[in-house]
């Protein structure tokens, strides 16, 4: 079975939705209370195969109770039970690439799929009632029942997880056995058995509390035949097999770690008619270790398993980005489930944070990226705060256009998105474009970019700081440098054996250090003669960071500065002064 459509209606937070999901693995991402949780717990109410559920008015769209609760769910790849089934052979619909028909074309070219769509729907006085559901007929809709819904093989890994350990109705253990052990004639011997062990135990204190009791209830008029005594009564063990469960050598599965718990009933769905199943997991990290997340997630992407997940785990996001990611989306009543872009999807590998981040700072490149970082130090100097408190991620742009289009992405999708940028190459895109997709642009000045207004902003001991840092780091600085500045036809450059001494002047070399810092290998034929014109030096996260962090200590004295004046407003943004 497979989930094909899903439309909700007036339930908890969702005033309407309807959704779409993939045949394969679902990943659902978005912030806290934007009701990804609801829209699993839909699709569990609607297809699962318990015959009651409690609601209250809670579970009413602003508790609302004058407009019922409607969850349709819509599932083809159906059962032979269920295709067989002469109650429903009026009730089929028609599932294509074009969408839901009330009424399937039966022609042999026709690509229709028999699909049934199957509602719960709640009024007033909070009694569920399953049906299936067509516009055509209205009258005479079949009730579907929890019979019909065991059958179509929905399983929740969750808060009640433990049920699924025990052979009892409707449970993941029960449908993965075949055995036809009767387990009635088990049970009377073990009753008996245990009820003669427990009469010959000598419990004084319980007997004596029995005959005292049997005394005073006499002179009250009741009559007894044999007299009190005290006794076992085991009901479970009457007509339910949900006392047989797992163990694992003398200790009960249900003790296991939660996690392990979880992996089990998973295992069991993959074993067993994993093609025709639907398993729904909130929160799909819960109780594992990464490495636990990372190989549950391989398996579940291979199996041929349907599969709902939603996840707050950076590890999931990398594992499942190839798969289909969608972005759930709460604004004021409205909710929606939407593909995440492609070009948030490619930046997932290696950004997971971002998308799992309520506002997001994309940084063009590396040296954006790096020096953000460093920020991230400094402004805790002025802001109890930090930007993962405020639930801020920076994402790496991959240089332009990759940048711009995944800034533009991010703010399409409903995220708080900024962009960070060079200006001499822009933003990839036109002023009037990002204020309509809401999102916040930082370039530097005209023609500027990150590693020259960086240099413009150090003195020149702070300049011969960075450079000592960037020659253990990269090297061939000497060479690098000397290339650069002979065909500068700058003569003014003093040499030692580890730094460059830098002189003042009206032709200071921070321009030049900058450019050098910023060379792009794809514009090399401009300097054919100069193999070391690409040297970037900045061009890496981690050595942008520590420079800024060596020079900028006081950040109210740093934001005066070229490069502070870029970052400033940036702050500003991210603390929303």
């Not at 829209?39 to 009413?60: E, N």
């Not at 009767?182 to 009377?188: E, I």
């Not at 020259?452 to 700081?465: C, G, K, M, P, V």
Request: hydrophobic share 40%; net charge negative; proline share 5%.
């Amino acid at each position: 079975m497979k989930l094909r459509h899903l439309k909700i209606e007036h339930f908890r937070g969702i005033n309407s939705l309807e959704w779409c999901p993939d045949p394969g693995f679902n990943l659902l991402l978005g912030p806290g209370d934007s009701c990804k949780t609801t829209v699993i717990d839909a699709v569990d109410y609607v297809l699962g195969p318990r015959w009651s559920l409690a609601f209250t008015d809670a579970d009413f769209f602003n508790s609302d109770t004058t407009r019922p609760i409607v969850i349709q769910a819509t599932i083809g790849d159906l059962p032979k039970k269920i295709l067989g089934d002469l109650r429903f052979e009026t009730s089929f619909r028609g599932w294509s690439s074009n969408g839901l028909k009330d009424e399937p074309v039966e022609e042999e070219d026709s690509s229709d799929e028999l699909v049934l769509t199957i509602q719960l729907q709640v009024d007033h006085s909070l009694e569920p009632t399953w049906q299936v559901w067509t516009e055509r007929d209205v009258e005479n809709r079949p009730v579907f029942r929890s019979q019909d819904r065991e059958i179509l093989g929905v399983i929740r890994v969750g808060a009640y997880i433990d049920r699924h350990l025990s052979w009892g109705k409707g449970s993941a253990l029960d449908r993965y056995s075949e055995s036809d052990d009767r387990l009635g004639p088990v049970f009377a011997q073990v009753r008996r058995e245990t009820q003669e062990a427990f009469d010959q135990q000598d419990l004084k204190s319980l007997r004596d509390i029995a005959t005292t009791l049997e005394s005073e209830a006499q002179e009250n008029g009741v009559q007894f035949v044999d007299g009190l005594k005290p006794g076992l009564e085991i009901t479970a063990l009457q007509s339910s097999a949900s006392v047989v469960t797992l163990f694992d050598g003398k200790v009960p599965s249900r003790q296991m770690g939660l996690g392990s718990r979880r992996l089990l009933v998973t295992t069991m769905q993959l074993q067993r008619d994993s093609d025709k199943s639907v398993l729904l997991v909130d929160e799909i990290e819960t109780a594992l270790e990464p490495h636990r997340v990372r190989k549950l997630i391989q398996t579940l992407v291979k199996s041929e398993l349907q599969l709902i997940v939603t996840s707050h785990s950076p590890i999931a996001v990398q594992e499942a980005y190839e798969q289909s990611v969608f972005l759930v989306r709460r604004n004021e009543d409205k909710v929606s489930v939407v593909p995440m872009p492609s070009a948030i999807k490619v930046n997932l590998k290696k950004s997971p944070y971002a998308a799992l981040a309520r506002r997001v700072l994309v940084c063009e490149g590396k040296t954006e990226q790096g020096f953000l970082s460093a920020c991230r130090e400094l402004w805790l100097s002025k802001h109890s705060l930090s930007l993962d408190a405020l639930g801020i991620a920076e994402a790496y742009g991959e240089g332009q256009p990759n940048g711009g289009k995944l800034a533009l992405a991010f703010a399409n999708s409903k995220f708080d998105a900024a962009f960070f940028f060079d200006a001499d190459r822009g933003p990839g895109f036109a002023p009037e474009v990002a204020e309509a997709a809401g999102l916040t642009t930082f370039p530097h000045a005209v023609n500027s970019n990150s590693e020259r207004a960086f240099f413009n902003s150090l003195s020149d001991e702070q300049i011969n700081e960075v450079l000592e840092l960037i020659r253990e780091r990269v090297g061939n600085l000497r060479s690098i440098l000397g290339c650069f500045f002979n065909l500068s036809q700058n003569t003014d450059v003093l040499w030692d054996s580890t730094v460059i001494p830098i002189q003042g002047g009206a032709n200071r070399l921070e321009c030049l250090i900058g450019l050098a810092s910023k060379g792009n290998p794809e514009k090399k034929p401009t300097y054919p003669e100069c193999p070391y014109f690409w040297s970037p030096w900045l061009k890496d996260t981690e050595t942008a960071r520590v420079a800024l962090a060596m020079v900028a200590d006081n950040w109210d004295d740093f934001a005066k500065t070229e490069l502070g004046k870029v970052l400033e407003p940036i702050r500003i943004w991210c603390y929303g002064e």
